[in-house]
């Protein structure tokens, strides 16, 4: 199964933001776009195997429809889509962080972004 192709351009260049941003030192930034390319690849495989995708932004809510659709993930990968989650939000509004974004929050979510893109690329066989 191949993801379309749309779906990992898009990803890609997220997640190598998210890689360059940290040693920017825009942390915040880099987290949104970890989020955002670790919900690229689940949606695509997603789309992949079924035609279409949930519209949510949860990530752990993108891994239950990718176990109702057949594929087994180690359970770590929910501890990551949960922790990156928020990101989506949290980091793009001023004023309203429940944590500071620091090198080690960006480095922390490229990790968990890389974790679940590997995963869905292993299964996926992209090239």
């Not at 199964?1 to 942390?27: C, Q, T």
């Amino acid at each position: 199964m191949i993801i379309p192709s749309e779906w990992v351009e898009k990803a890609d260049a997220f997640f190598m933001d998210a890689e360059r941003h940290v040693n920017d030192g825009l942390y915040w930034l880099s987290c949104f776009e970890s989020q955002q390319a670790a919900e690229l690849y689940l949606k695509g495989l997603i789309v992949a195997k079924a035609g279409t995708h949930p519209f949510t932004h949860d990530l752990a809510e993108l891994l239950r429809v990718i176990k109702s659709l057949g594929f087994d993930f180690p359970i770590e990968l929910y501890v990551y889509a949960d922790a990156l989650s928020g990101e989506y939000t949290l980091s793009r509004y001023p004023g309203r962080k429940p944590r500071v974004y620091n090198d080690e929050t960006a480095r922390r979510c490229v990790e968990y972004a890389r974790r679940i893109i590997e995963w869905v690329r292993s299964v996926a066989k992209n090239p």
